[in-house]
């Protein structure tokens, strides 16, 4: 038989050791000199590291295999492109945001599951992947800002996730949350903005299969100022709904209120599906530039989605606002 010997600090821990404690382990191996003491062998084996440093545990995941059923009518913004021009306010309120996304620690990176759910749970990304079956989806995104890009995101339908979290019956919404750590994220020390970043969808939303959660683009893990290690995407709604680096999922009745429609409840609403016949308050949302190419096209209802969204809302139309 041809063993293949494993040196030292090759040893796939975080096999045998839950998430938390196998990052935990590392960092505490990087910070103290008393570990040293403790297990000299494996101490002098292992690259003294921060946490941060570490390969991506989830690489070897990508690309996965593509799911055919979404197509899209544009080619894929190049790469580069479009991590090179975001929105994410925790770091700053330009789209200059990459270079500051990188301050933030990926690993460990714990996901709470609680709310009306059978039973709380904290689970480690990696273990939470290892749970589900990556698929590679093309979506197109249109920000309520009048631009879209179109993406190739890899992940696992919110719909994989409810099922996983087995909810009460009586559960009404699904709200999502943002880390909140104003340490390596400077502007989330501006208090005028409603810190943690929060949204939400209704259960017909997130249980219908174009909900996605995110972990991977451009077949490989996400880059940071996409949102890593977990975003949502939902493309038929303006991309503010597309929530970035969750860490905490929980079931509601009530209905959640997102950040944006905490700080201007006039501009940003609960629902936002994208309709190119209710403009903004402040512009119109009739067309959208893609960015890499600065074309401008129509935008079309619900995105182009309608086909798999629209029932949702049936019977809707006249009490609710179901556009930004
Ligand atoms: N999520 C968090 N936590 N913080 C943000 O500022 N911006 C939203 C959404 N999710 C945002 C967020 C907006 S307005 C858009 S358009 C998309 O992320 C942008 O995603 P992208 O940078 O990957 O294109």
């Known amino acids: 038989m041809n063993v293949i010997r494993r040196r030292g600090w090759e040893i796939p821990e975080r096999e045998l050791t839950p998430e938390h404690l196998f990052f935990n382990r ?26 941060a440093d570490l ?26 492109i479009n991590g ?24 460990p990176w714990m996901v709470k599951i609680d709310g009306m759910v059978e039973k709380p749970i904290e689970i480690g990304i990696d273990e939470l992947m290892r749970k589900m079956t990556l698929e590679e989806r093309t979506y197109r995104h249109r920000c309520v ?5 179109a993406i190739a995101w890899s992940g696992f339908p919110v ?12 559960a009404k919404y699904l709200r999502m949350e943002t880390f909140n750590n104003p340490k390596v994220a400077p502007g989330l020390k501006q208090s005028w903005y409603p810190w943690p970043y929060i949204e939400g969808l ?26 890593a ?29 997102g950040m944006w429609e905490a700080l201007q409840a006039s501009e940003y609403g609960f629902w936002a599906n994208v309709n190119p016949e209710v403009p903004h308050p402040r512009w119109s949302q009739a067309s959208e530039e ?27 139309e006249s009490g609710e606002r179901l556009w930004a």
């Open 229 to 257: 290690p977990l975003r949502l995407a939902v493309p038929w709604k303006y991309g503010f709904k597309s929530i970035k680096s969750i860490v905490r999922f929980s079931f509601v009745e009530e209905r959640p209120k």
């Open 159 to 170: 719909a994989k996730l409810v099922e996983f979290a087995k909810p009460l019956s009586s």
């Open 84 to 107: 090179s021009y975001n929105n994410f306010y925790e770091f700053n309120s330009t789209k200059n945001v990459a270079a500051q996304a990188q301050a933030l620690p990926i690993r």
């Open 55 to 80: 390969p991506d545990p989830s690489a070897g995941l990508y690309p996965a295999k593509r799911n055919e059923k979404y197509v899209l009518d544009r080619p894929i913004t190049d790469e580069k």
């Open 26 to 51: 590392r960092s505490f191996l990087a910070g103290s000199a008393s570990a040293l003491a403790v297990a000299p062998a494996a101490a002098l084996a292992q690259r003294v590291t921060d946490a």
């Open 290 to 316: 893609i960015i890499g190419t600065g074309e401008r096209k129509p935008t079309l209802k619900f995105n182009g989605y309608g086909e798999f969204v629209a029932d949702i809302y049936k019977g809707m």
């Open 145 to 149: 800002e009048a631009w879209s890009m």
């Open 202 to 227: 209704s259960m017909a939303e997130a249980t219908n299969d174009l909900a996605f959660l995110a972990t991977g683009a451009y077949g490989h893990p996400m880059a940071k100022q996409h949102g």
